[in-house]
Each structure stands twice: as structure tokens, then as C-alpha cells.
């Protein structure tokens, strides 16, 4: 998930809105890292509309076909597996997102924001020094990080 390269990014010194920035300019882009983790997640609002119980019953029927048609697949199981914890650790009326706080306690951090605004994440740039010129966070030099999106 892309909430876990975040939190070990931020755990490394690094602003999630500047990773996100980076990641949606590159091919690493979803609409996990464009929408949701900003929208949802970095502010904190954890309020899309779609239930956590509800995204546990829909990960159940695709582990089950999974497993018909690719019985050693590994990652969507991991996945239910993570589903199904916070959905027994939140309410039945939590979000869907609300996944990303199971992590947030294992990691022992949060994933925000500096004021909560989501537009804060689409306009954030680094100042990243290469000589005298300054760069956007997606122009940063080095790997991008791999980061799965669910």
C-alpha cells in the first residue's frame, strides 16, 4: 500500500505531501497517491464514503477467485489479511481508508499533513538545491521509491 512507503519515508525525514508530489509525476501514480492518501489520509478526514466492511467483503470474494486461478499469489492475501484486522479493530462504520490507521499504530506515526489542507499536498514544492537552481519534489534526483497501491 502506499500508506506504508509513506510512513517509511516520513520515518526517514521526508514530508508525505513532497513523497506524493514525487510520486504522482512519475509512473508510480494512482488514484491512491493522486486522490485518496491526500484527500483522506493526510488530512485526516479518513471520509470517502465507502465502509471498511464492506471493502473486507469485496477483498474476501477477490481472495477467493485468487486462489482458484493463482493459488500461490501472496499479495492479495496480505492484503485481506491487513483488511480484515482493522476492520475488527474499527468501527462498522469506519471508512475504508481507516486501513491506513491500523498501520499509522503500528508504525507509531501519523500521516498528515503540517496544517491538514489537502491542497498543501498538491502544491508543495522542495527546496532542493543543485547548484544555484531549485527544483519541484518530482525532480528530485535518485530512485523513485516503489510504492504498491491497493
Known amino acids: 500500500m502506499g500508506a506504508e512507503g509513506l510512513l ?30 491526500p484527500q483522506e489520509v493526510l488530512t485526516g478526514r479518513f471520509s470517502y464514503g465507502f465502509k471498511l466492511p464492506l471493502m473486507a467483503k469485496d477483498c474476501r470474494i477477490a481472495e477467493s477467485l485468487i486462489r482458484e486461478g493463482f493459488p500461490k499469489a501472496s499479495l492479495l492475501p496480505a492484503v485481506v489479511q491487513l483488511v480484515e484486522r482493522a476492520t475488527a479493530e474499527e468501527s462498522a462504520e469506519a471508512d475504508y481508508t481507516r486501513v491506513v490507521k ?48 491497493i
Open 8 to 37: 517509511a519515508l516520513q520515518s526517514m525525514g521526508v514530508e508525505p505531501a513532497v513523497a506524493l508530489e514525487a510520486i504522482n509525476g512519475s509512473s508510480g501514480r494512482s488514484l491512491q497517491t493522486e486522490q485518496r492518501l
Open 102 to 149: 491500523l498501520l499509522e499504530r503500528e508504525a507509531g506515526q501519523e500521516l498528515r499533513t503540517s496544517n491538514g489542507d489537502a491542497a498543501a499536498v498538491v502544491s508543495t514544492e522542495v527546496p532542493y538545491k543543485s547548484g544555484h537552481e531549485m527544483y519541484p519534489a518530482c525532480t528530485l534526483s535518485g530512485p523513485t521509491p516503489l510504492i504498491l497501491t
